[in-house]
């Protein structure tokens, strides 16, 4: 008699936590995936490939809190510099993650979206994407963009061009007209940028959206990031206090002056402003 053993079923994750604030919008610079395969005994495809293995329990458990917008940082204009075979493997990665998921994110209303120069890319995958692209464009439960042939400092640049190509007089030129020639034009600024692998820098990852984006770096590589780490992060952004340059009401020690100009303190000496700093 052959006995049947089934494998014992994973158990369903935590709930979110209960927090007081969560970003619209997170933005994720994955790191760690050559470093996860050289502490393995890999060879670095390998540590890229065990990068997509959480990619669904990921943009699950984002959206589980509610977090509209999620961007991932996968392919820098930089990375072009690596060597040929990393980046053919990256590029096949790519078209057999889409190939992948594409079915499981349009089930589960995740509407995909892609920053960068798509150009450069195989015509097979640029079509490979703008399929996956139309596919989700109704989706509204989450909207997952992909940087990949991404740069913050190129996205500028183009915007800039764009803008003296079309004759935009400089005094029309502000914050959100400029806007409008970004690659994610349809899309708000990050609340919260992530970083894996411990490192400390936005890599040219959304320089102009990300100016007052809360930042968490992490020391888990990317192949480990997982709930437990979304949780720590979410909850540290939670903890924040957003100021955007200002104070909030509570930490005003004494009224804004009416006319724009500098008022006085309630003991009589005058607020510092330009003319007037104590050096």
Do not use: C
Request: aromatic share 8%; proline share 7%; charged share 25%.
């Amino acid at each position: 008699m052959v006995i049947a053993i089934r494998a014992p079923k994973k158990a369903p994750p935590p709930p979110p936590l209960t927090l007081s604030q969560v970003p619209a919008h997170v933005g994720i610079i994955m790191d760690g995936n050559g470093r996860w395969a050289t502490n393995h005994g890999l060879p670095r495809l390998a540590g890229h490939r065990a990068g997509t293995e959480n990619l669904r329990r990921v943009i699950e458990r984002f959206a589980d809190y509610g977090v509209h917008y999620l961007t991932l940082y996968a392919f820098s204009t930089e990375n072009w510099n690596r060597p040929k075979r990393e980046i053919r493997g990256l590029m096949s990665i790519l078209s057999r993650v889409i190939k992948r998921e594409i079915k499981h994110f349009h089930k589960n209303g995740i509407r995909l979206l892609h920053i960068g120069r798509l150009e450069a890319l195989d015509p097979k995958l640029q079509q490979q994407i703008l399929d996956a692209i139309d596919l989700t464009k109704d989706n509204d439960r989450m909207t997952l963009t992909i940087a990949f042939n991404y740069g913050g400092r190129a996205e500028i640049l183009e915007a800039v061009r764009r803008i003296v190509s079309e004759g935009v007089h400089p005094d029309q030129i502000n914050e959100r007209l400029f806007k409008h020639y970004l690659y994610t034009v349809t899309i708000p600024d990050p609340d919260l940028i992530i970083r894996t692998a411990g490192e400390m820098r936005l890599s040219n990852f959304l320089l102009w959206q990300g100016a007052y984006a809360e930042f968490v770096s992490t020391p888990v590589h990317w192949p480990d990031f997982d709930i437990d780490e979304i949780d720590e992060a979410l909850l540290a952004y939670s903890q924040r206090k957003r100021r955007f340059g200002g104070l909030l009401p509570a930490e005003v020690d004494y009224p804004a002056p009416a006319n724009g100009k500098n008022g006085a303190r309630p003991n009589g000496r005058r607020a510092l402003g330009r003319n007037n700093i104590q050096r």
